[in-house]
């Protein structure tokens, strides 16, 4: 016959079974309610240090902060997405508050057709160099020589205020070969050939164009080969069109500064006309 000894322990096993069964019911183990009670009992405690999580910790916002991107794509598409509105917008600003500042030289329109205009344009001073090589490689090698001379980076004297477009156009020699590039900054209509600053450049010459008459197409875009090749063929059909004649080579026109996204960019090509 058990004891009160067996029996009590017996009671006691039974109890504890329960209390087992009650709790994995519910989702939980006699394990994790031993940890619950002792993070408790640590909280209640006020002497104890509590244990420092990662984001008191701003070495480590980085490690933990990528894991959690990394491990929802979502985000982080979402973040990307963000970033480069950012970006895109920033250059929009920037671009168009460039814009507001830049001095254009004066035309009056003879004929216009959608993106097709006949311009009439007046006497013009530029300054111009000369570069060889590909079209956007002469652009960029001309543009670092006039960007010196215009903001005095090599000679005395007062700095010169940028124009829009920077214009380049190809050199031809004499067995209609092209030889080159010749890249040009109009000069503001301030200034004339007898009170610009002298080159101290060499090869930065400065000359007056004279008035003329020409056949323009204007077009948004980064300027690559294919988009100058598509618009030149364009234009030359509306010259033809137009009863016009060219009498002589495309000009390129860039009117933007580079952080300006494509989209917003105007370019021009131009080509000088006559009555057929």
Do not use: C
């Not at 500042?101 to 006497?123: A, H, L, Q, T, W």
């Not at 090698?141 to 124009?163: E, H, N, S, V």
């Amino acid at each position: 016959m058990p004891n009160a000894l067996s029996r009590s322990y017996a009671e006691l096993r039974d109890t504890l079974e329960k209390l087992q069964d009650n709790l994995e019911e519910k989702g939980r183990s006699v394990a994790d309610t031993g940890r619950a009670v002792t993070r408790r009992a640590g909280r209640a405690n006020p002497w104890r240090r509590p244990e420092p999580h990662w984001y008191d910790r701003p070495a480590q916002w980085y490690h933990h902060g990528s894991d959690y991107v990394r491990e929802r794509p979502g985000i982080a598409g979402v973040v990307a997405a963000g970033a480069a509105l950012v970006l895109v917008g920033g250059a929009i600003y920037a671009a168009r508050r460039t814009s507001l500042y830049i001095e254009e030289p004066d035309y009056e329109v003879v004929d216009s057709k959608s993106e097709f205009e006949v311009r009439e344009y007046g006497k013009q001073v530029v300054a111009e160099t000369s570069a060889t090589g590909r079209r956007d490689q002469a652009l960029k090698a001309g543009f670092q020589k006039l960007a010196d001379y215009i903001f005095a980076r090599q000679r005395p004297g007062k700095k010169i205020a940028m124009t829009a477009p920077v214009v380049q156009a190809p050199l031809v020699g004499e067995n209609g070969r092209r030889r080159g590039w010749a890249v040009r900054f109009i000069m503001p209509a301030k200034w004339t050939l007898a009170t610009l600053p002298k080159p101290a450049q060499d090869d930065v010459v400065l000359k007056e164009i004279s008035p003329r008459r020409v056949a323009t197409v204007t077009f948004s875009g980064q300027m690559n080969d294919r988009l100058a090749l598509e618009n030149l063929e364009a234009l030359r059909v509306f010259i033809e069109d137009h009863g016009l004649k060219a009498i002589g080579e495309p000009i390129y026109a860039y009117y933007n500064p580079p952080m300006t996204p494509g989209f917003m960019r105007r370019n021009e090509i131009m080509v000088e006309v006559s009555e057929a």
